[in-house]
């Protein structure tokens, strides 16, 4: 590869996406086999330019939550036939079995956003009034009923969580089963983890897949860690928490789940979502050789499940276009070069996650794009990361 003609168009790309105010600062690392052949750090974690982006910063990872927290889990119950993908999700999740929309509803149906689930509940309303905190579920001090923690000086009502499932059981599904992104069963499967594996969820994460592929930082709630790796914020909050919201979650529904829950909430390096990402490049395999999960489910998982319902998605996995090898880089993602079988997630807050097991190319883009505010869609509107995607395939071809 013509390693100065890469420099010279990624920092152009970078250049212009700071230039644009697309993000501050962010971080690109690439992986060509297990080797990793790019890894820079570019611009500032805020537009003041005081903290400049490090290469072993901490990213809130946001949406790449759900295929590095509960992904792995449920594909490893998969693999252990404690979970079946075609039979009723109703048959672990009891409250569904007496709903009579969702008592059929699949798991695989429901992880390829397939199901007709609602999109996105704002459980902040229900915490919320005139732009006010209500005292009857965030208090500013930890007591008894009060013991998750959603920010500096804010707890939220140990009975919360009850509502939020009463919330996602109740909720409408769509007679219409056609492709439908829904997160909402991923704020399920944490406590679906732990009662199905007997540990608690954040535990079963480490021990099971975090600790073999040798991530040091992947996990919840980083304030509490005592890492040394400097943290990037994100968005300054002026609804809820009315801070710059630093060093716990972004995203509100995980926040007001104390900051573990399986639709948001993992921060890490890049290095270490290179890591998992490789670990799903290899199919179940860590790089010290072991077979974690099983290459037939690993397969399965990232496999389109419905391209005859214009559906493009895995099991949790997002997925190329459908034939995106026709289309225009504009029009594309990710790349128009990335191959079928590849697969990854895009995060809220800015971030993505790709793996190309035919190519065996790792690529991973980090940034605080939300920062000062979500309404910062450049990111999106110049399409930054399938162009910096596009900079590596280009030069491996040739």
Excluded: C
């Excluded at 927290?69 to 079995?97: C, H, I, N, R």
């Excluded at 769509?174 to 399920?188: A, H, M, Q």
């Excluded at 319902?309 to 997002?318: A, H, P, S, T």
Aim: proline content about 5%.
């Amino acid at each position: 590869m013509d390693e100065s003609s890469i420099n010279q168009q990624v920092d152009s790309i970078m250049q212009l996406g700071i230039q644009e105010q697309a993000f501050p600062g962010a971080q690109i690392l690439v992986a060509k086999g297990n080797e990793v052949i790019f890894h820079k750090a570019y611009g500032y974690h805020t537009y003041d330019s005081v903290q400049k982006v490090g290469l072993d910063d901490l990213y809130d990872l946001a949406s790449v939550t759900k295929i590095t927290g509960p992904l792995p889990a449920l594909m490893k119950l998969v693999d252990e036939q404690k979970l079946d993908l075609d039979a009723p999700f109703s048959t672990y999740w009891e409250p569904w079995a007496k709903r009579k929309d969702k008592k059929d509803l699949t798991l695989r149906e429901i992880l390829s956003h397939q199901a007709g689930l609602v999109p996105y509940i704002i459980f902040l309303e229900k915490v919320m009034k005139k732009e006010k905190i209500k005292k009857r579920f965030i208090r500013t001090k930890p007591s008894e009923k009060f013991q998750k923690q959603v920010y500096e000086g804010l707890y939220v009502k140990n009975r919360f969580l009850r509502k939020i499932y009463r919330m996602i059981n109740r909720s409408e599904v769509s007679t219409d089963k056609k492709y439908r992104y829904s997160g909402l069963t991923f704020l399920i499967y944490p406590e679906l983890i732990s009662n199905l594996t007997g540990t608690a969820y954040e535990s079963y994460l480490k021990t099971t897949f975090y600790d073999p592929i040798g991530s040091k930082t992947l996990g919840f709630n980083p304030m509490t860690k005592g890492y040394p790796n400097k943290i990037v914020p994100t968005e300054v909050d002026t609804l809820f928490r009315k801070d710059l919201t630093y060093g716990w979650v972004h995203d509100e529904n995980a926040s007001l789940l104390g900051g573990i829950s399986g639709n948001a909430g993992l921060f890490g390096t890049a290095e270490d979502l290179a890591k998992i990402m490789l670990f799903y490049q290899s199919l179940g395999v860590t790089l010290g050789g072991e077979q974690i999960i099983s290459k037939a489910t690993v397969e399965e998982f990232i496999k389109v499940q419905y391209p005859e319902n214009e559906n493009r998605r895995g099991l949790g996995f997002d997925k190329p276009l459908l034939g995106n090898d026709t289309l225009a880089i504009a029009d594309a993602y990710p790349s128009p070069k990335a191959s079928p079988k590849s697969f990854g997630h895009a995060g809220f807050t800015g971030t993505f996650v790709w793996a190309d097991p035919e190519n065996q190319l790792v690529f991973v883009f980090l940034s605080n794009r939300v920062y000062p505010t979500r309404t910062h869609r450049k990111l999106y509107s110049l399409n930054i990361r399938t162009a910096l995607q596009d900079v590596f395939y280009t030069a491996l071809a040739k």
